[in-house]
């Protein structure tokens, strides 16, 4: 079983920053991807960035240059740096882990990201 707990959302201003964290436990192994997904009210859930247990990283181009993506391997830890935020931004942000070669798909329970003056 694996877990993914998720932490740093909140309410910030246009502009602000914030940084989400995603720590994984459970049977995860030593080769996973773990990414960050969002999900608007209304929207579809969508794809923010990814990053492998090889330093591989992957965005949606609407997101590149504002957010970025790192991991402590050691933690089995995923961050999530958001610059420059915008009320468009406003959304449930979750935290997915795919172990390798299983593909075996998991996913936090979210944290909400308000961007509002």
């Known amino acids: 079983q694996v877990q993914l707990v998720e932490s740093g959302g909140g309410l910030v201003q246009p502009g602000g920053s914030l940084r989400l964290s995603c720590a994984a436990s459970g049977s995860i192994g030593s080769t996973y991807a773990m990414g960050w997904f969002r999900q608007a009210p209304g929207k579809q859930r969508e794809l923010v960035a990814t990053?492998?247990?090889?330093?591989?990283?992957n965005y949606a181009d609407s997101l590149k240059g504002r957010f970025t993506i790192s991991r402590d391997n050691a933690k089995n830890t995923v961050y999530l740096q958001m610059n420059s935020l915008k009320p468009e931004d406003t959304a449930v942000y979750y935290c997915n882990l795919v172990v390798v070669p299983s593909f075996m798909s998991y996913w936090g329970k979210g944290t909400l990201v308000t961007v509002s003056s």
């Open positions: 990053a492998s247990s090889g330093g591989n990283t």
